[in-house]
């Protein structure tokens, strides 16, 4: 993905956004972040903290900007449970979700570079089990890796190279949703980078999902993420 760190790209157009849960505005970069005492420390250490996002796989280099770009994701989180994310990288943003969405969130991921999955596993040594090296593109089979295991949130940043056009990736989507619990939500992001998004987004609306939120950039499309909750 490309750096969107550059100058003209610092976020001072990052769209101001209602709260889908209390129908409150809110602009992230005026957000005052309530960390934990744990999470506190952690950002405390400067050369891990920019290792951590120079890791997380979304070209950010300063968490300032990761901060205030990536917030809008936690908006679509509204309860505590167990949630997965397909392609975790490192994990950073799974521990991020906890802390920006304030709830009670028990991380489990999957990602097929098994350097950042070993990562991840550092990050979060309660859940380190949680975390797998798989390719989901050769075998997207959640049920083989999770047998025993439902989710109230999955989280798919989806692929770039992804479009919904062929039956692999439909199968993705479709193991995903057989994943949740009853009420669990799929949420799909699509990158900055992502120039296709808006012909996926509209595939998407048209199977039940509704759009939810997108946080814009100055000069190019922002993140967009789409949700889909299962009955
Ligand atoms: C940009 S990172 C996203 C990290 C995190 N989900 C986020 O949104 O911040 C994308 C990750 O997806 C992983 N990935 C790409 N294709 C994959 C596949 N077929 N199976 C599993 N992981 C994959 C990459 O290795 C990379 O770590």
Same mark, same amino acid.
């Given at each position: ?11 001072? %157009? ?6 889908p849960f209390s129908g ?10 309530? @960390? ?8 405390? +250490? ?16 300063? $968490?300032?900007?990761?901060? !205030?770009?990536? $917030? ?13 994310? !397909? ?9 991020? &979700?906890?802390e920006w969405s304030g709830?009670?969130?028990?991380? @489990? ?20 089990? +949680? ?23 999955? @989280?798919?940043?989806?692929?770039? +190279? ?5 039956? %692999? ?16 939500? &799929? !949420? ?11 012909? %996926?987004?509209?595939?998407? &609306? ?8 997108? +946080? ?11 949700? %889909?909750?299962?009955?």
């Amino acid at each position: 993905m490309a750096n969107m760190d550059g100058q003209q790209l610092f976020p001072r %157009k990052v769209v101001v956004m209602m709260d889908p849960f209390s129908g409150r505005t809110i602009d992230p970069r005026r957000a005052r972040f309530q @960390y934990s005492a744990a999470f506190k420390a952690f950002i405390k +250490n400067k050369g891990r903290l920019r290792s951590f996002v120079a890791a997380a796989g979304t070209g950010h280099r300063s $968490f300032k900007v990761y901060e !205030i770009t990536r $917030f809008f994701i936690s908006r679509s989180i509204d309860g505590d449970g167990a949630i997965l994310d !397909i392609g975790c990288a490192n994990g950073f943003l799974l521990r991020c &979700l906890q802390e920006w969405s304030g709830r009670s969130l028990v991380p @489990y991921g999957v990602d097929k570079d098994a350097s950042l999955v070993r990562k991840a596993k550092l990050l979060f040594p309660r859940h380190a089990a +949680n975390f797998v090296a798989a390719d989901l593109s050769i075998e997207p089979d959640l049920a083989r890796i999770w047998p025993q295991t439902r989710f109230d949130y999955i @989280y798919w940043n989806v692929w770039d +190279n992804y479009s919904f056009e062929t039956q %692999k990736e439909t199968e993705l989507l479709e193991a995903c949703l057989r994943r949740l619990k009853a009420g669990g939500r &799929l !949420i799909l992001g699509f990158y900055e980078s992502d120039t296709n998004k808006s012909a %996926k987004v509209r595939y998407l &609306l048209g199977h039940g999902f509704r759009q939810s939120l997108r +946080n814009s950039c100055h000069r190019r499309q922002g993140e967009v993420i789409v949700w %889909k909750d299962v009955k």
